[in-house]
């Protein structure tokens, strides 16, 4: 290890007893690089997941008072916003450097009721409102029982959909919070209106959601995300002077040319300028009891640091920074204003080595700052990250499996096309191997001119198993943002500035509308409502009319197309529906004042002011095992005849003679449990059925028509600006939930066993050829055409040991992009450590593992999602 | 009319939270950890929330009505921001 | 019982590329980085002449395909008792599965594309191991995995050992030169020199096995002697002097009681600096291998043994170096 790129803090596993009944420790495992930073890590892993009912309670209380109720969006929605935050109760705990937080607890959510409260009410009260959504998606949820979870009530604690603990005294307050919206939140508004101009697409719509055909819609769980800022004005102009530029261009209009879109404008700058001084308030009243602590504070040194903090706050409440700790504090603040203000997940600061890089430069050259400070200051950043939290309800927990996707990138150009790669990232890189936390993620852009000593360094990052970074292609982003964008004017300086949004979405950079996304579309699912006709077969409720014919392979290959035509516009087209309500109620203001050119343009984000417009639909899952049934119907049924389309179904009512996966807790392909034995054979013939991720032309095909074929029919939808939508891959956690969903299906897959993760990663256990045949069939269709695609593979840390292994495991991540992959990310990890650690939780705190797109501490995933990693194929050395 | 309740850490002035359960005392100017429902000691100092308030009136458990704002309010409310508190 | 004339092959003079010639695969792994420069893919063939006691390859001894049998997938149903045509499977009085793999052989039952034994299982708990493919079919299944070698991967051609299938390995090794494939081999050095002379001319490297310097215990640990293995070493020195290629590695097992003891690695390490070569790739016994035993029927002499101590390792690498020679350990190698 001596040749290792990394400084001497960082501990080394030693591989001296080659005893293969050992469990296999990642090559590297870092620790904090301070004592403080150590502290506060403790003080994280030990916190419970709290809510807080501040922020809803202000808004709300101005929202509905006589004074502002009548005022027209977005100024009503600014006026409650300035008033909330305003009023929260500031808190900062011993030892903090970075300092501000969503709630007054470390890890804290805010129940956002104002866009969604059903699905919290049903949480809170663990009954099922008739009318949430949420609940089918809920009921199929499993979520991790461990870490910072409060899965049950305890004493004074009220456990909120298995995850958030809430006070019982403040519950009352939550309900009475929960009554006012009913009927009034963003959810209810948008699917009253819905069912009032949507015709008969209304019913399909809900049936899709009943079914579990997809998740519940994202305006009653998290509408906004994925999507980068643009810091430029708060670092620029600082609070005060982003409000004197409000003003400056109220000031510049003509009274006498007051039309209604000027009017607009008008309004919008007042609106900004109203939560411009409520971010105001709120940063000083932290500086005020950073004050008050400090005078009260013995400890000498914690006095001076309380001080420091309340010099910090005041200055950077109203101007712009004097140096790189200012200049993260302010970008931290806002960045926190945003998720206080919206339900958002995919939050991302984009190139922020980019942004801050400037500051850092200037501090390190003039003597200011040390590498060490600056190391710990970002250590400090990535617990402040990892404390946020997103509140929704269990539905929204078992997708996201309580990540908020704030993703870093690193790496990638400039927009001159110099390697953009700089001291401040790498430092960036070593905290997340010193302060290996889950958030935020960190993605290398990866570009043929980052420096290979760079790159190496990033690999290191990959060896500790924190699972980031994730690998992104430049070139194909490139690709696909001049392509989605060049029409509206991307240039390519702007396409080379582009940030990785959420969990790998290409993004413009800090300029563009975003939405999350309606939900997560199981392809599985559509796989069934064509076996039976476009009826459910685990509800029975009949979705689509029958096929009028289903006799051969093109019958069904048609009514396959035909089904998810129908489905995905009508489910898509109610994404711009819903939106209407998230532009009356809950638009964002403080993501509108980050994201260019709205305060240029005097139009917030759902009014168009964004420099680019175009979205993406929402996201298929499952790709991979709907390519696998149909592989199986195609060949065995159709081709073969070695079964009939009825004998299949049978099987599949009957779970193969086995039990589900829900009776039996085992999520995963292995460990399922057998009842009878009459449907063996036909089990096996499934199963032997040709998978995609063997670099085998019969599935793969299959699977490039099914995407491809999504691809043409998003292209044709409209999106909220009347953009063609893009077409978008990815699971999250989702696939666990929708797989639960399903029941046994032609790719011999059993009832309730988890789905395959990500968009091109194979289910698990079929990929038995290798990870180059892997790589080769999910190389078989063009992914630049794609928001993303994604990959997760599973490799044994001895596998890619020592500076060789860490450079070969460099030229497979370059391979793959050079041939055309997009994304690719890493577990390293010894399967037999996740199965100790889910038998043993309590020694297993610390342990982070990828799931699809992020990070997330194993003792906080569910076992849905924890049985599907475990199963995943590793890659591993020959004996 | 203030309501009057068993005197916990959480509800004294030197308490910061933590989480739902616990939090840090700063009582002396340290900062030791204390569970939030854990008995007061002879240090308590009410902290500024509405149920020590002179102008808060219960309407229902933990939720009331307050004189000086001339609004709906909650017993556990901190009024921090508050310059009408006044100790009951 | 165990060496089939047939299928080895007879000595002949040197051949062109057959791209139809035959060879029987029993493994193609992608990713392999530590056999050879680069990322590789290890292709395995299967039959070797030696019968090591710590084979961690068990399966690539035999040069005919193999039934394995495993117990943990096993279900225990007798639907490969039931369909076997030539009754080679009987049940014992623990409800264990029992092979008469003698009867398979003799009946050339798998060496068919479909066994019925095999089809039979619906669990994936029978399979076959051999599987026979043509240099061309292997050659452009390297074709598929080329792309991710980058420019300095390539193909290590292992086994078994490899030249125990001589024609098909020098045509396919000849196939993948004029393809500009990086080639490398492993080798247990038990080969008749004219085919190491063949295959030469398509080598960059070759990782030469060296386990023992005396030939009794050579023979009594492997089953054959050494005097083959250490002729054939001298004279791949020679031609390394001569031609400055191809690059030779010397891999030494280090098995705990069979080969660590001081006088052995002495002797190695005087004998390799005698021949000018210099590198050395030492590879600590481990038991990762040890459930393929079972499932062929075989017994593992070594299941016991534990791997080498961190110390002992230590001893050997010191021993070595003596003799100026650079001893990469395990998978740590500047490659």
Same mark, same amino acid.
């Given at each position: ?879 | ?88 | ?220 640990? =492997?089953?054959? &002697? ?6 054939? @070493? +001298? %004279?791949? $020195? ?70 080498? =101590?961190?110390? &002992? ?6 021993? @070595? +170096? %003596?003799? $100026? ?11």
């Amino acid at each position: 290890m001596t040749d290792s790129l990394l400084p001497q803090e960082l501990q080394y596993n030693r591989f001296g007893d080659y005893d293969s009944g050992e469990i296999a420790l990642r090559e590297f495992e870092g620790e904090p690089s301070s004592d403080r930073t150590k502290e506060l890590r403790k003080q994280f892993w030990d916190a419970k997941i709290a809510l807080d009912i501040e922020f809803p309670y202000y808004y709300t209380v101005k929202w509905k008072s006589k004074e502002i109720r009548g005022l027209p969006r977005p100024l009503r929605r600014a006026l409650a916003l300035r008033h909330a935050f305003s009023n929260l109760t500031s808190v900062i705990r011993p030892g903090e450097l970075l300092v501000m937080q969503k709630t007054r607890f470390a890890r804290g959510a805010a129940p956002q009721v104002q866009f969604s409260e059903k699905n919290i009410w049903s949480a809170a009260s663990k009954e099922v409102d008739a009318d949430d959504l949420g609940a089918s998606f809920d009921r199929v949820t499993i979520l991790g029982r461990h870490g910072g979870n409060v899965p049950e009530d305890v004493g004074n604690v009220i456990s909120v959909g298995r995850k958030f603990g809430i006070r019982k005294e403040d519950l009352p307050v939550l309900t009475w919070l929960c009554e006012y919206w009913d009927g009034r939140s963003a959810e209810d508004s948008a699917l009253e209106l819905e069912r009032r101009v949507f015709g008969s697409y209304y019913e399909l719509d809900m049936k899709i959601f009943q079914t579990v055909l997809a998740s519940a819609p994202s305006i009653t769980t998290n509408p906004d995300g994925r999507v980068t800022l643009d810091y430029r004005l708060p670092l620029e102009l600082g609070i005060q002077g982003m409000m004197d530029y409000c003003q400056s261009r109220i000031a510049e209009q003509s009274i006498g040319k007051l039309d209604s879109e000027a009017i607009e404008k008008r309004i919008f700058w007042h609106a900004e300028i109203e939560v411009l001084e409520g971010l105001k308030a709120w940063v000083k009243n932290y500086a005020k009891e950073a004050e008050r602590l400090g005078q009260i504070e013995e400890s000498l040194e914690q006095k001076t640091e309380y001080e420091e903090i309340a010099d910090i706050l005041y200055w950077v409440s109203e101007n712009t920074p004097r140096n790189f700790r200012e200049a993260l504090q302010l970008v931290w603040i806002w960045h926190l204003a945003v998720h206080m203000e919206l339900v958002i997940s995919g939050l991302s600061p984009g190139r922020l080595g980019q942004t801050l890089y400037p500051y850092f430069r200037e501090d390190r050259d003039k003597g200011k700052l040390d590498r060490d400070k600056a190391l710990e200051l970002l250590e400090c950043m990535r617990i402040k990250f990892s404390e946020i939290e997103i509140c929704g309800g269990g539905g929204l927990h078992g997708k996201l499996s309580g990540n908020a996707f704030n993703n870093i990138s690193v790496g990638g150009l400039k927009p001159d096309g110099t390697s953009a790669e700089n001291e401040l990232e790498e430092l960036i890189i070593e905290s997340a191997m010193t302060m290996a936390t889950p958030s935020p993620t960190i993605t290398v852009i990866y570009d043929p001119k980052l420096s290979e000593r760079f790159m190496l360094k990033a690999v290191e990052c990959v060896k500790t198993g924190t699972g980031y970074p994730a690998w992104v292609n430049n070139r194909v982003a490139m690709e696909f943002l001049l392509s989605q964008h060049g029409s509206d004017g991307m240039s390519l300086e702007e396409a080379r500035s582009w940030g990785v949004a959420g969990c790998i979405e290409i993004a413009p950079a800090g300029s563009a509308f975003c939405v999350a996304c309606r939900g997560f579309y199981s392809l599985e699912k559509l796989v069934e409502l064509v076996l039976w006709d476009g009826v459910d077969p685990r509800t029975n409720i009949r979705v689509l009319p029958p096929p009028s014919r289903m006799e051969t392979w093109d019958d069904f290959w048609e009514v396959f197309k035909q089904y998810l035509t129908e489905t995905l516009t009508v489910w898509n087209a109610a994404e711009n529906l819903n939106w209407v309500s998230h532009k009356q109620n809950i638009t964002g203001l403080v993501l509108s004042a980050l994201t260019r050119n709205c305060l240029e343009t005097g139009a917030d984000l759902d009014a168009g002011g964004a420099a680019y417009n175009a979205t993406w639909a929402s996201p298929v899952v499952a790709a991979v095992n709907a390519a696998n049934s149909l592989a199986s119907v195609k060949k065995l049924v159709f081709e073969e005849h070695a079964i009939s389309m009825n004998e299949l179904k049978e099987a599949l009512r009957a779970n193969f003679g086995r039990k589900s996966a829900i009776e039996t807790e085992r999520y995963s392909v292995f460990e399922q449990v057998k009842t009878e034995s009459a449907w063996d054979d036909m089990l096996a013939m499934c199963q032997d059925a040709p998978k995609f991720g063997n670099d085998d032309p019969y599935v793969d095909q299959i699977y490039k028509n099914i995407v491809e074929y999504y691809t043409s029919v998003v292209r044709n939808i409209s999106n909220f600006f009347g953009k063609p939508m893009a077409p978008l891959m990815l699971s999250v956690s989702s696939h666990g939930p929708l797989g639960q969903a399903c029941l046994a299906t032609p790719d011999g897959r059993l009832a309730g066993v988890t789905l395959a993760d990500a968009s091109v990663s194979a289910h698990p256990g079929t990929d038995l050829k290798g990870p180059y045949a892997l790589l080769n069939s999910a190389l078989c269709f063009d992914h630049s055409a794609f928001v993303n695609t994604q990959l997760n593979m599973k490799i044994h840390p001895r596998a890619i040991e020592g500076v060789q292994g860490a450079k070969k495991l460099l030229e497979l991540i370059e391979a793959y992009m050079a041939n055309g992959g997009y994304h690719i990310q890493f577990n390293i990890v010894d399967s037999r450590m996740l199965k100790d650690a889910q038998d043993h939780p309590e020694h297993y705190r610390n342990l982070l593992v990828r799931v699809a797109g992020f990070t997330e501490y194993w003792v906080e995933i569910g076992k849905p999602i924890q049985d599907e990693i475990i199963a995943r194929t590793e890659y591993e050395k020959a004996g | 009319m203030a309501v009057t309740t068993h005197r916990v850490c959480g509800d004294c002035q030197s308490y910061t939270p933590v989480d739902c359960f616990k939090g840090y005392c700063h009582e002396n100017g340290g900062n030791e950890v204390v569970f939030l429902d854990a008995g007061a000691c002879d240090s308590f100092q009410a902290a500024g929330k509405c149920k020590y308030c002179a102008h808060y009136q219960e309407v229902k458990p933990f939720m009331g009505h307050c004189d000086f704002v001339g609004d709906h309010v909650f017993s556990e409310k901190l009024a921090w921001t508050c310059s009408g508190f006044r100790q009951a | 019982m165990k060496r089939l004339a047939s299928v080895v092959g007879s000595h002949q003079d040197r051949l062109p590329l057959q791209s139809e010639a035959k060879g029987l695969v029993f493994d193609v792994l992608s990713f392999a980085v530590h056999d050879g420069p680069g990322c590789r893919t290890l292709v395995f063939l299967k039959g070797c002449p030696l019968e090591c006691r710590w084979c961690s390859n068990p399966e690539g001894q035999r040069p005919y395909p193999e039934l394995m049998h495993s117990n943990t997938r096993c279900e225990r149903c007798h639907k490969c008792l039931q369909a076997c045509p030539f009754c080679a499977i009987s049940v014992d009085e623990e409800g264990s599965l029992s092979i008469s793999r003698d009867i398979c052989l003799r009946n050339g039952c798998l060496q068919q594309t479909s066994v019925p034994c095999v089809q039979a299982c619906n669990t994936g708990a029978m399979t076959v191991v051999g599987t026979c493919m043509t240099v061309g079919q292997l050659l452009d299944r390297m074709e598929r995995e080329r792309k991710f070698w980058r420019r300095s991967g390539g193909v290590t051609l292992s086994g078994g050992e490899p030249m125990y299938q001589p024609q098909f390995a020098v045509a396919f090794l000849e196939g993948c030169h004029q393809r500009y494939i990086h080639t490398a081999i492993e080798t247990c050095g038990h080969v008749a020199w004219e085919y190491y002379e063949q295959a030469l001319a398509h080598l960059d490297w070759v990782f030469y096995d060296l386990k023992l310097m005396d030939a009794e215990k050579h023979r009594q640990y =492997t089953g054959l &002697s050494n005097n083959l293995i250490l002729a054939n @070493l +001298e %004279r791949l $020195a020679e031609e390394q002097q001569a031609r400055g290629t191809p690059r030779v590695i010397v891999r030494i097992p280090l098995i705990p009681g069979y080969n660590d003891a001081t006088d052995n690695i002495q002797q190695i390490g005087a004998f390799l600096a005698e021949l000018g070569l210099n590198e050395v790739n030492m590879l600590p016994f481990h038991r990762l291998g040890a459930s393929k035993y079972e499932r062929l029927g075989m017994v593992c002499e070594c299941q016991d043994l534990l791997p080498p =101590t961190t110390d &002992s390792l230590k001893d050997v690498q010191r021993e @070595l +170096e %003596r003799h $100026a020679l650079k001893v990469y350990t395990g998978s740590r190698t500047p490659f």
